[in-house]
């Protein structure tokens, strides 16, 4: 599919995320002019706290943004909140500095004739500093709001949407379509906002300090008003809008979260049009969260309701005991256990096995005569393995299969999901961790190497749902129970291809599964 094709298919998806992405953003930037704009005020006058409040907003911009992401969570949850409180946080520095420097720059012997005309200290504020220093404060808001529609790209990580749902999805699903069609509009907003913002900075700028003739300057002006007056119209239409959209929400509603990887995706979609078609329950789709903790940790404090959870998972990873391989021992102890720490009810297992696996090409398996992990433990001290960040950091993950099978990989670089599949089609690693319904592992012909140690836990897909959630509504798991023995390992795989490698959308995928096995209408 070409890239216009693309567009012309998936708009109505792009443009709700690109109205999402306006709007989080202009929430960003007015909290941080709010707080921003009155603490540098407030070290122009109490010059003691100059230092201490810049070097605070420095140390905040030197903070990577994933990180300061990271922090965000623990405090506020998934979803808008943290996402903007991250944004407000990286666009204090240039607001703060600029609004400071400006008032600073002001000429003392302006503020003296200012007082001896017999203006108080609060009047020499808002009709002289102010008025005078606003050419730079909005040069300094300028610079905040282009930022901070970059960053807010991040927010899709923790289900705040946004153009990064479609870059962080096409970069997961080695889709170019997807991330341009998430990029290129990010820009050009980026360039819209730089351009409004520029307007106001100059409608701020006394007509004396502009060049031209004056009666030129003031047509300009009377345009520049008017710029501005639509875009603020067309932002207030935006919130409103989308204020209506949601109070018009049902009362019956259920948050369903995922992973963030093809496979979650499709199943959140699946739970979530089977709920809507047979019950009056309106769903609220947060899917491609992030990996386990994100997702576990937003159940526990309610943000979500329900997720499909893997049993090996929620057993080695979760609940911290050491992997089995007794899929019945598996989950009958992460249904107990779930239920009575975190009041978190585990419904009944589906019928496919996504377990972990290695994989490696087909030349490199020829190469060394690789069919098992044994075989590969000979070979691994001279190997490079391409792992994600949650396989090198779980106990049946990279440390646990190396002290089973007795081997040192040789180097092992940790790459994010879709990622180590391109690393390994280039030669830069060996060998990478896979799940076996992949679609992935289809679409660039890759071997899985048997496990003959029987290492891996079973990994079998089970929705779980909070205690509250499920007394609420009582009739999904009869619902969600209709997908079990349909969901195969083979029938999971040929799904995740269709997103993977045919680039067909998850929604799309899932809902024509349903209607293909009549499910629903």
């Known amino acids: 599919m070409s890239f216009i094709q693309f567009l012309g298919s998936e708009y109505p998806q792009i443009i709700s995320l690109l109205v999402e992405h306006l709007k989080l953003t202009a929430i960003s930037v007015g909290l941080a002019i709010l707080i921003g704009v009155p603490l540098g005020i407030f070290i122009s006058y109490a010059s003691k706290a100059g230092k201490p409040v810049l070097s605070i907003a420095n140390i905040i ?12 969570i623990p405090l506020f949850g998934i979803g808008t909140v943290p996402a903007v409180a991250a944004v407000v946080l990286y ?13 600073e720059s002001i000429n003392p012997q302006t503020l003296e004739a200012a007082k001896g005309i017999g203006l108080t200290p609060l009047q020499v504020l808002t009709k002289v500093q102010i008025p005078m220093a606003l ?18 790209t991040m927010a899709a990580f923790i289900g705040a949407g946004g153009l990064g749902y479609l870059v962080f999805s096409g970069i997961r699903t080695v889709n170019n379509n997807q991330i341009l ?29 502009q060049k031209g003739d004056t009666v030129s300057k003031k047509k300009k002006r ?30 019956r509603t259920i948050s369903i979260g995922s992973k963030d990887f093809t496979e979650q995706e499709i199943v959140g979609n699946m739970m979530a049009d089977l709920i809507e078609d047979r019950t009056d329950i309106s769903v609220n789709r947060r899917l491609n969260l992030g990996g386990t903790q994100v997702c576990f940790g937003a159940l526990k404090n309610g943000d979500i309701d329900l997720y499909v959870e893997y049993s090996g998972t929620a057993y080695t990873d979760t ?25 978190i009810d585990v419904l009944k297992q589906m019928n496919f096995n996504n377990t972990y696996v290695l994989a490696v090409t087909q030349e490199t398996a020829e190469k060394y005569g690789f069919e098992t992990i044994s075989d590969f433990a000979k070979k691994a001290g001279s190997m490079t393995s391409g792992l994600t960040f949650e396989f090198t950091n779980r106990e049946d993950g990279l440390s646990g299969i190396q002290k089973t099978y007795g081997f040192q990989i040789g180097q092992n670089i940790t790459l994010d999901n879709a ?24 679409k660039f012909n890759l071997r899985s190497l048997k496990d003959d140690q029987k290492f891996f836990p079973p990994y079998y897909a089970m929705p779980i749902i909070r205690g509250e959630a499920l007394e609420q ?13 349909l969901l195969t390992d083979e029938v999971m795989g040929e799904l995740n291809y269709k997103v993977d490698e045919l680039q067909q959308s998850p929604e799309e995928v899932a809902h024509e599964f349903l209607k293909e096995h009549g499910l629903i209408s």
């Open 319 to 343: 609940l911290k005991h050491p992997p089995i391989s007794d899929m019945d021992k598996v989950y009958e102890t992460v249904k107990d256990e779930l239920k009575d720490i975190y009041n």
């Open 473 to 485: 509504y009582p009739e999904i798991p009869a619902i969600l129970e209709e997908l079990n023995p």
């Open 419 to 442: 990622p180590r599949y391109s690393a390994l089609q280039k030669g830069d690693v060996d060998v990478i961790d896979a799940y076996a319904t992949d679609g992935l592992l289809k």
């Open 135 to 152: 050419p730079v404060i909005m040069a300094g808001v300028r610079i905040a709001s282009v930022t901070a529609v970059g960053l807010m």
């Open 91 to 103: 666009s204090l520095l240039p607001i703060i500095k600029n609004t400071y420097t400006g008032i």
């Open 61 to 72: 911009q030197a903070i990577p943004s994933m990180a300061l992401l990271g922090f965000m």
């Open 222 to 251: 009377t345009v520049q008003k008017a710029g501005i007056s639509v875009a603020a119209l067309m932002l207030t239409g935006i919130f409103v809008f989308t204020s209506l959209g949601g109070s018009m929400q049902g009362s």
């Open 181 to 209: 069609a998430g990029a290129i509009p990010a820009c050009l907003l980026a360039l819209m906002v730089d351009f409004l913002i520029g307007l106001v900075e100059k409608l701020v700028t006394p007509i004396s300090l």
